[in-house]
């Protein structure tokens, strides 16, 4: 009872504007901060800095939860002996969690993709939406990330995401809807895709291809993915798959587009020359198109999960032949 109290208490704090006010300068003078000494002593203090406001902030799988987990796979999916492993991220915007059993029916075992989503979960997207939106605001740029009502609108708005990509003829797991646990808990159930995530593969030409193929097919699908990095693509069999969608105001289409291959290209500068990823990039957007992801590339500088040097940065803005 005293947790539940303290929960509702921190909801109520933290959605009071004066606060979130007083928390947004506070991150924002922080990750300014921590920046600078990046840049002046070659340190690593920004990512540290958002590595540990992640960790505290983290949720947990608690005993609760996965009593809760396997009441639902049972009366929902039939499944039995459920087996409940979390998989790999920062638990920090949801619980992601590898569920497998056996069918009732057909006695075979299957494997699903659940991901916990609750009031923290909104709570830390909303602040992470508006810490992003400074940073648009401070590049002049009208592009806006939305917030979520609540966990089970966020839950939703991923699912449909994940559907509309799927739409577009690109690779994304089949989704399975969205289930309410107990209290404020919601899961999302999706298929569990076999392979590992580009950040921790060597990256060839065929997957540049594929990505930037990917990103072109969701774009003129009407599909903004909003946090492109390569932990959010699976490669399986061959094939890359799509994971995880911010809210972007997609009136705005056009910034949207920039910021998703700018977010995209600063991304693969970590693992592939930038002359090799303009090359594969050219193959599929236009000149103007480069052009405008290249003005967006400051913008996509304030993702915490980017680390590029001044030299990395200005070679890619040469190599697309852009003044900016």
Known sequence: MANEWARKAARVVLNNIVVEAFLVIL???????????????????????TSWMQRISA???????????????????????????LVGGSYWL????LVKGIDKNTRQEKKYMAKIIN??????HKYLAMMRNVGLLAEGRSLKFDEHPGPREMGDFEGRCLLGIRESSVNAPMVYGVHHLGGDDYMLVMEYIEGQPLSKMDIDGDMLDQLFKTLKAMHEGGIFHGDIKLDNFMYSKGSVFVFDCLKLDTERSHEA????????????????????IVEHAKRYFSPD????????????????????????????KEMLRVTV
Request: glycine residues 4%; positive net charge; hydrophobic residues 45%.
């Open 119 to 124: 009031d923290r979960s909104t709570i830390k």
């Open 257 to 276: 587009a920039a910021f998703d291959l700018a977010s995209l290209l600063c991304a693969l500068i970590e693992k592939v020359p930038v002359s090799l």
């Open 289 to 316: 198109e480069l052009s405008d992801a290249a003005r967006m590339v400051d913008v996509a500088l304030y993702k915490n999960d980017l680390e590029l040097s001044d030299k990395e940065i200005q070679g890619l």
């Open 27 to 49: 991150l924002g003078a922080c990750y300014v901060f921590t920046t600078g000494v990046d840049r002046i002593l070659n340190t690593r203090l920004r990512r540290s800095f």
């Open 94 to 97: 949801s619980i992601p969690c």
């Open 59 to 85: 949720d947990r799988l608690n005993v609760l939860r996965r009593a809760q987990i396997r009441y639902v796979f049972k009366r929902k999916f039939g499944l039995k002996k459920i087996k409940i492993k």
